[in-house]
Structures are given as structure tokens and as C-alpha cells.
């Protein structure tokens, strides 16, 4: 069952799904729940792809990323058919039945970029989200730290999960690099 945008506000001030800190209180993030989503921001943290070896990414490697500063207007600009990773100001604390799902805005998606490819977060997951950035334009997009250009839905399972998530991304809080497939 998808949680509406009542019940997001209600587990909001219960303290849980998302933690409140100096950069996104509670007061934001209540102004910031849809019917059913919550409208979630960009951190500052960005990174690129290297050039891989040989030209080729190998998805059972680890693939060297580089991070990229904002520039002078406090921006980050993505490349025509650029591709980025970049992290979430908001920090979640997934209760064990609750899973979520990222999805673009549809205001972004509307301007050529596409947020999140990997959009499922499992029940019991804490940690800042990493968003995958595309691009799809034949120019460059100028993206600021703040703005909400992703959205996430929360789902309440069926029943608490048996084994909730505590693998490899669990308590990020940068931008985090994929490990390769193993």
C-alpha cells in the first residue's frame, strides 16, 4: 500500500522515514509532501564517470568516478548526454515495513533529465539516497544543491521484513560509487 500524502506527514512528525538535521527540518519536509510522495533535494556532493579501461565499462569491476565541484553560481552543470551521480540532502530511516521508491519529477523529466535508474530502496534502509542523473539533451543542464528534483514513495509492507536491508550502501552520506557485480 502506497502512503498517502496524510500518512507521510503523520510518519514525518513521528520521526521516522526521513531524519530532520540543520539542512532539512521538518518544516521543509512537510512542506514538501505531495498526495502520495516526497519531493526529496539535491546534496552537493556530484561524480562522473572516468574514462573506463579500455573504453569499455566492465560491470564486474569497480569503476574509478570523479568528483566534480560546483562551479562559482553554486551549480553543478551535467553535460549534453552527460551522465552523473549525485546524493540526496535528505538522510532516510526506513522503519523495517516500510520500503520506498525514487522517481523523477515529472518538471525535470519534461527539461531532459532523468533521475534514478535504480529507483528501489528496501525496508529498513538508512542513509542519504544516490540518485543516477541522465541527460538526455543536446545541452548542458545547470542543477543547483537544493533543488527537488526527484520524488521518493513510500510503501508499507505486509509485514515487517525478515532480513531488512544492511548491506553495502547502509548509512551513506555522500554520493556513493557503484561496486562492481559480484
Known sequence: MILSGDSIKRELKAGRLVA??????????????????????????????????????????????????????????????????????????????????????????????VVETAGMINAGYHGAITLEIKNLTNYPIRMYPGDCISQIRFEKLDQVASQPYRGTYYKQKDTTEPVGLR
Open 20 to 113: 530532520c538535521d540543520n539542512n532539512v527540518t521538518l518544516d521543509i519536509l512537510l512542506s514538501r509532501v505531495g498526495p502520495n510522495s516526497l519531493d526529496v533535494s539535491l546534496g552537493d556532493t556530484f561524480k562522473v564517470l572516468d574514462t573506463p579501461r579500455n573504453g569499455v565499462i566492465d560491470i564486474h569491476e569497480k569503476q574509478c568516478y570523479k568528483t566534480v565541484s560546483i562551479d562559482k553560481k553554486g551549480s553543478f552543470i551535467l553535460e549534453a548526454n552527460g551522465f552523473c551521480l549525485a546524493t540526496t540532502q535528505e538522510y532516510l530511516c526506513l522503519p523495517d515495513d516500510v520500503c520506498a521508491l525514487v522517481d523523477g519529477r515529472s518538471t525535470t523529466g519534461r527539461m531532459g533529465l
